[in-house]
């Protein structure tokens, strides 16, 4: 089938199934920001969890995704959890690490002239720690964010869709049009994402660098 | 305004090793500069730390005006203190006027009278508002920096302002300049400032009076003419330096040791307010004893001597 034949039977399950990539995506995301910049965080304040966090963070992040997956169904079954779960996690890593050296490199000088002014913690890391690490933490999840997009077509092995369902799709059925449909598809998000991302943390970063 | 700060038998200790700062005393009169200087190591950044609790005490206190700061809460106490570190201490995300603003903003002042503060302070340290306002750190050249560092530590008008090497990340040339700046500023505000360098050079041009630290202890707590004079022993003699009659001459104006006779009529003539070393570089260009002094009076080469020695 050409390109154009598919794309007018199948342009609106195309259509949905970038949809649902980009609410897992999304979804994936946020939680992978959320636990990154914590853990990072708590990295960073508490020095001891470093040995504690980072090697289990390092094992997951070395570990293929597939096996992830397989190895989460027996707990999460066959769905969106089982799917989103096991993937996130690949995107923690990248922010963990930026949050937290973020946060180590910036100058002791500057955060005790805060103290000196009569800042209290909370002013402190309100106006000056966070403004100065937001660009590093950006950059992390830049990187997370273009490994997300693509490690999500993985979700069609379990049945969820996503971009990746054309892939497959492609595969089994020896059929090289959805196959570039679906991977071409993810390319461009990949590129999207990475760009807009850049653009923010530029924006971040245009008063301290 | 400006407040006396006085050291009341001062120690600071940290377990293991002997006392950062030994049993120090002193007073600094409000409204005058103390240069706190030494060797790295000699206390001297820990005794300014004090002040504003950065560190506390192990012993001893420090009273501001009538107020012991250890009873004074800390937050209210460091906003009523300026405090200056090298130019690293201004904070890069932020605009130069959002850096002068934070104490104000801490305090709670209203967009009207912060701006108006903050145009006042940049026209103060020689910074024209209009082109330094909107800018960031990072665009400003080192003295700038440091201008601006000045400026925020004086938002609030504080009564005390603590300088922690201010001056050690410029060059030779920029530093002076901005010293002399540091100087004239002090003129119009009156503030106590206590400035901690290990520049003796530094410490004799911007103290009234200086205090010289080893080892934790309180050397020499002196003018600077007396220092230079009467370096209490070898120590401050090396930190000194081998010139440091010629810095005596330097520091020592015409106006100060001439006498009022009249000066012979066919001598060069030199300012009331050129320093000792000018005249006595012109004694040896001209080869005369004597100079007569602009408006009247003259300098005669016993003048020098007699301020040599004091």
Not at chain 2, 42 to 71: F, H, W, Y
Not at chain 2, 195 to 215: F, N, P, Q, S, Y
Request: one cysteine or more; proline letters at 6%.
């Amino acid at each position: 089938m050409s390109f154009a034949d598919y794309i007018d039977i199948f342009g609106d399950n195309i259509l949905h199934l970038l949809e649902q990539h980009v609410i897992l995506f999304a979804i994936a995301l946020a939680a992978a920001i959320a636990i990154g910049v914590t853990l990072g965080l708590l990295v960073y304040r508490f020095k001891t969890l470093d040995t504690l966090i980072v090697p289990v963070v390092n094992v997951l992040q070395a570990c293929p995704e597939i096996v992830l997956l397989a190895l989460a169904i027996p707990f999460l079954g066959i769905g969106i959890s089982g799917a989103l779960i096991p993937l996130f996690v690949k995107g923690v890593l990248p922010i963990l690490r930026n949050t937290a050296s973020g946060f180590a490199s910036i100058d002791p000088r500057l955060l005790e002239a805060a103290r000196g002014m009569g800042m209290s913690p909370a002013q402190i890391l309100l106006r000056v720690e966070v403004p100065a690490v937001l660009p590093v933490v950006i950059a992390g999840v830049r990187i997370s964010a273009v490994m997300l997009v693509s490690v999500l077509t993985l979700t069609a092995y379990i049945g969820v869709d996503s971009l990746g369902t054309l892939i497959l799709q492609g595969i089994s059925r020896m059929d090289a049009t959805p196959l570039l449909i679906g991977s071409g598809l993810t390319a461009l998000l990949a590129i999207t994402v990475n760009y807009l991302l850049f653009g923010l943390e530029r924006l971040a970063s245009r008063r301290v660098s | 305004m400006a407040l006396r700060v006085d050291f009341r038998d001062v120690t600071k200790a940290f377990p293991g090793t002997p006392p950062a700062v030994d049993r120090l005393s002193l007073t600094v009169e409000a409204g005058t500069i103390l240069a706190l200087v030494g060797p790295s190591g000699c206390g001297k950044t820990t005794t300014l730390k004090m002040v504003n609790r950065l560190i506390e005490p192990s012993g001893g206190d420090i009273v501001l005006g009538d107020a012991p700061v250890s009873q004074m809460p800390v937050k209210d106490l460091r906003r009523m203190i300026g405090y200056v570190i090298q130019y690293v201490g201004l904070f890069p995300h932020m605009s130069v006027a959002e850096n002068i603003a934070i104490v104000p903003r801490l305090l709670g002042w209203n967009r009207a009278r912060i701006d108006a503060r903050v145009d006042e302070l940049l026209t103060l340290v020689g910074l024209a508002p209009e082109t330094h306002r909107d800018r960031y750190p990072r665009s400003l050249s080192g003295g700038q920096q440091q201008r601006v560092g000045v400026a925020r530590a004086l938002a609030a008008d504080p009564p005390v302002l603590l300088m922690d090497e201010p001056f050690g990340a410029l060059d030779p040339i920029t530093r002076v300049r901005v010293q002399d700046e540091l100087l004239s500023i002090q003129r119009k505000v009156r503030k106590t400032i206590l400035i901690v360098t290990h520049d003796m050079d530094e410490a004799i041009r911007l103290g009234d009076k200086v205090a010289v630290m080893r080892a934790g202890r309180l050397v020499q707590h002196a003018s600077p003419v007396d220092i230079l004079r009467h370096p209490r022993d070898a120590f401050v003699a090396e930190l000194i330096g081998h010139d440091r009659l010629v810095k005596l001459l330097s520091t020592l104006s015409v106006g100060s040791v001439m006498s009022a006779d009249a000066a012979p009529a066919d001598v060069p003539a030199v300012a009331r307010t050129a320093s000792l070393e000018a005249a006595f570089l012109r004694m040896l260009d001209t080869g005369r004893d004597v100079l007569a002094v602009e408006g009247g009076g003259s300098l005669h080469i016993r003048d020098l001597l007699c301020a040599s020695t004091g």
